[in-house]
């Protein structure tokens, strides 16, 4: 029996469409595919992995921004850190009041403020520092 070159080559592509067991066991197909050609099923594992590989990056860019939003919304202050935090401003306040209250600051001629102003400003950086010190009476309630 002879076997014409058109003949070879619809048997040579018939078998290359059966369907082996290489890939049946595969998590990627789905119901019938594992039924279908090698080419095919190929064809479907692959895009199956690229497909988990996107969604991985995805959830990787996710995670991302999921700790970043973490990291921003746990780097709100403590109420130890809020008093540390008013304590030192108390402080440095104290000093503004102790020099503008002393009539100490810069003459007007060089840029500061006459006597008069000084003392204006002294009253009201001192009543912030009474403000301030009744926010720690409250922060105190927290620690």
């Known amino acids: 029996m002879r076997i014409t070159k058109r003949q070879l080559v619809r048997i ?13 066991d595969d998590s990627a197909l789905k119901g019938g595919q594992s ?13 199956t992995v690229e497909e988990r590989e996107e969604d991985e990056k995805k959830d990787e860019v996710i995670h991302r921004r999921l700790k970043r939003i973490i990291r921003e919304y746990s780097s709100a202050p ?17 000093e503004i009041i102790e020099v503008t209250g002393a009539g100490q600051a810069e003459t ?7 006597l008069e102003h000084q003392a204006e400003v002294a009253d009201f950086v001192g009543d912030a520092v ?14």
Request: charged share 35%; proline share 5%; net charge negative.
């Open 12 to 24: 040579i592509r018939e078998e290359k469409a059966k369907s082996t067991k290489k890939y049946d």
């Open 35 to 47: 039924d279908l050609p090698d080419p095919l099923q190929k064809g479907i594992i692959d895009k």
């Open 130 to 143: 009474v403000n301030l010190k009744r926010a720690l009476s409250t922060l105190a309630l927290y620690r």
């Open 78 to 94: 403590t109420a130890a850190e809020l008093t540390a935090d008013i304590t030192d401003t108390i402080m440095e306040l104290e």
């Open 108 to 114: 007007p001629d060089m840029g500061g403020l006459d």
